[in-house]
């Protein structure tokens, strides 16, 4: 059984929703799993260390950029090293805002791996509400990421 932390933050529920999805997914599989949201929960930067692997969701805002919501975490990284933790990413945007389609998850993606986060190297963008194929990818990363997190115990096993 894998400790799973799931952290999320969305404001019109669609990053909630694939969040959800994961959450249901790693249960189903008797893991464990912790879902905070940024808005109601208290959430640090180091708490990923106490757990197998983390999910962390975050849709776009302000043309590009990570939601208020997430600012203390994100910046709260640049004082954390997380090498050996485990992370996949992913978030909710709206293509319509083109070029800055979902950087949110990007610019989180890309922060965690200066942190020395092994990353998943999907990065789940959903086109604001998700559909069949994006619950399926959900699942998916969920599933990889725990794959992930088995490979690491082959490797401290051998
Ligand atoms: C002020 C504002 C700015 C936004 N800017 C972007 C953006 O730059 N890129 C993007 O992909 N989505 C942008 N969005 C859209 C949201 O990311 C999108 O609706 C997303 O599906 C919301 O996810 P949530 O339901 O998890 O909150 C913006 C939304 C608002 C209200």
Same mark, same amino acid.
């Given at each position: 059984?894998?400790?799973?932390?799931i952290?999320?933050?969305?404001?019109?529920?669609?990053?909630?929703?694939?969040?959800?999805?994961?959450?249901?997914?790693l249960?189903?599989?008797?893991?464990?799993?912790?879902?905070?949201n940024?808005?109601?929960?208290?959430?640090?930067?180091?708490?990923?260390?106490?757990?197998d692997?983390? +999910?962390?969701?975050?849709? $776009?805002? =302000?043309?590009?950029? @990570?939601?208020?919501?997430? !600012?203390?975490?994100?910046d709260? #990284?640049?004082?954390?090293?997380?090498?050996?933790?485990?992370?996949?990413?992913?978030?909710?945007?709206?293509?319509?805002?083109?070029?800055?389609?979902g950087t949110?998850?990007?610019?989180?993606?890309?922060?965690?791996?200066?942190?020395?986060?092994?990353?998943?190297?999907?990065? +789940?963008?959903?086109?604001? $509400?998700p =559909?069949?194929?994006? @619950?399926?990818?959900?699942? !998916?990363?969920?599933?990889s990421? #725990?794959?992930?997190?088995?490979?690491k115990?082959?490797?401290?096993?051998?």
């Amino acid at each position: 059984m894998s400790n799973i932390l799931i952290l999320y933050a969305s404001a019109s529920g669609n990053t909630e929703l694939m969040a959800e999805v994961m959450a249901t997914y790693l249960e189903n599989l008797q893991h464990k799993v912790t879902i905070k949201n940024f808005d109601f929960d208290q959430i640090t930067a180091e708490e990923i260390k106490d757990y197998d692997a983390a +999910l962390i969701g975050i849709y $776009t805002y =302000d043309y590009g950029e @990570i939601p208020y919501e997430v !600012e203390f975490f994100y910046d709260e #990284l640049d004082e954390v090293e997380l090498t050996g933790s485990i992370c996949g990413v992913f978030g909710a945007g709206d293509s319509a805002y083109g070029d800055t389609f979902g950087t949110a998850v990007d610019l989180m993606y890309e922060k965690l791996e200066e942190c020395g986060v092994h990353l998943h190297p999907v990065r +789940l963008k959903v086109d604001l $509400t998700p =559909d069949k194929k994006d @619950i399926r990818n959900c699942e !998916e990363l969920a599933k990889s990421v #725990l794959l992930l997190v088995s490979g690491k115990e082959a490797n401290v096993a051998e």
